[in-house]
């Protein structure tokens, strides 16, 4: 009998007030019961319109009925299927704009809950299940992976159970990309993440970190060391400012920075080489996820008050709902509808305020959101000493500039065809290295398909 709720079984979370100073997970998680409850409101609709909305297939309904039948070990299997990084996806995906928002049980209420499903199975399976992989039998085929990130983890997974011999080129420390660096503890566990990686490996993906491709080693080197094909999926890590006075003053980040510093460098931590600057007032500027982690890390570091500044309105904010929701409980106060247009310094060089002009929305801009135009008049100062840019992030050129016949659009994107394949043969590229910044999903479903597209051409030319 499906479970006709018209709300979602909620899930156990922290305390605001508690978790805003603590990097412990905020989402805590359902228990089996609550998992069993959630997943009886499915109705395994037959045209499955909840799979077209994921970037991977996941085949949710199949999975779903796992869970409400209490076979927790065979929904992962069915998970596992098409998605290599679960616990993840389960945790960070924008659910609410891509599989949850094609369920049927939305139209007059709350969807199913697919990705507290989803988390809550893979956690079960960490926990719980079998978590010995089989190396597959090696097909002779060397393939290269350049960058760990999601696409970069997906593809080499993808290829490894192919048979092929598959080598990851890391240019941090540890392997895991935007997972690692850029997704706070609070709602990415960084065990979760290795785990996941450590699957891999057991597969028999060699990671090799530190190895900066383009200064250690470049492409067509790897080429010549006899990689027949390669995937490029070095994200989009090069952060944008504004161009505004006082950037340069001692205070002022980008939101990369900041929160490499406190998610791979361990920053927030006594006797580590990597401190992040004390703060009293903080101002992030810009309004998704990546916003709204840097201003939630704030708050966790210590600072009195942190304040989203943001050009349009909250609805345009491109940001998950569920991650405005956990800022506002927490304290982040958002000052929507405002543009910073200088930064001023103390006599030591530091920020110590920001000049603010607020906005009013006038007509639609090319991507349909409508454009902020200035109040004239309206300029005031917010007392602050830490200003984060969080205004978007584009490739880094240097792959790009050390390859031969690898060719980028305006945006510094590399231009790939239909098979993802790029300028250069057997160069294949997905990711935040071809679309600029998106999601994990995205990242992670241009993987797959670069994988399959990398397969048909390793085949192709051993015949």
Do not use: W
């Not at 990686?197 to 250690?216: A, E």
């Not at 993802?420 to 992670?444: Q, S």
């Amino acid at each position: 009998m499906p479970n006709m709720a018209m709300t979602k079984v909620p899930i156990p979370e922290q305390d605001p007030k508690v978790r805003a100073r603590n990097f412990d997970e905020v989402t805590l998680g359902y228990t089996a019961e609550m998992a069993m409850e959630e997943a009886q409101r499915c109705l395994n609709c037959k045209n499955m319109p909840c799979v077209s909305g994921c970037p991977v297939n996941v085949r949710i309904p199949e999975f779903i009925q796992k869970v409400a039948e209490g076979d927790f070990e065979q929904a992962y299997v069915i998970i596992r299927s098409t998605n290599g990084l679960p616990a993840v996806c389960g945790r960070v995906c924008p659910q609410e704009r891509q599989c949850e928002s094609k369920c049927v049980r939305g139209i007059k209420g709350e969807p199913v809950g697919i990705g507290r499903l989803e988390r809550f199975v893979a956690d079960t399976h960490m926990k719980n299940g079998d978590t010995t992989v089989e190396k597959p039998v090696s097909n002779g085929h060397k393939a290269a992976i350049v960058g760990g990130g999601p696409a970069g983890l997906t593809c080499a997974g993808d290829l490894a159970r192919m048979g092929y011999e598959v080598t990851v080129f890391e240019a941090f420390h540890v392997a895991g990309g935007v997972l690692m660096y850029g997704i706070p503890e609070f709602r990415l566990p960084k065990d979760i993440v290795q785990k996941e990686v450590q699957t891999l490996r057991d597969l028999g993906v060699n990671i090799m970190t530190n190895m900066v491709i383009g200064k250690v080693l470049s492409i067509d080197e790897l080429m010549e060391q006899g990689y027949e094909a390669i995937f490029v999926g070095s994200g989009a890590g090069l952060p944008r400012f504004m161009g505004i006075e006082g950037e340069a003053l001692v205070g002022v980040c980008s939101a990369n920075e900041y929160l490499t510093r406190i998610n791979l460098m361990k920053g927030y931590k006594e006797g580590y080489d990597t401190p992040v600057l004390q703060s009293k007032s903080v101002a992030v500027v810009g309004g998704g996820n990546v916003a709204m982690d840097a201003a939630r890390s704030a708050l966790r570091m210590g600072a009195e008050h942190v304040y989203i500044v943001y050009r349009r309105s909250e609805d345009e904010m491109p940001a998950r709902r569920e991650e405005v929701h956990h800022a506002k409980e927490e304290g982040v106060q958002f000052l929507t509808l405002n543009n910073p247009v200088k930064i001023l310094g103390d006599e030591n060089g530091r920020a110590c305020a920001m000049v603010c002009q607020k906005m009013e929305l006038g007509e639609p801009d090319e991507s349909g959101r409508r454009s902020p135009v200035p109040v004239e008049g309206s300029e005031y100062e917010l007392p602050v000493d830490t200003v984060i840019m969080s205004i978007g992030t584009s490739p880094n050129p240097l792959i790009r500039t050390t390859t031969k016949g690898l060719e980028a659009n305006r945006r510094g994107c590399l231009i790939v065809n239909e098979d993802m394949m790029t300028t250069k043969e057997g160069v294949y590229a997905g990711g935040d290295a071809v679309t600029g910044a998106a999601t994990v999903i995205l990242a992670m479903g241009a993987g797959k398909a670069a994988a399959k597209a990398m397969d048909e051409y390793m085949q192709k030319k051993s015949k």
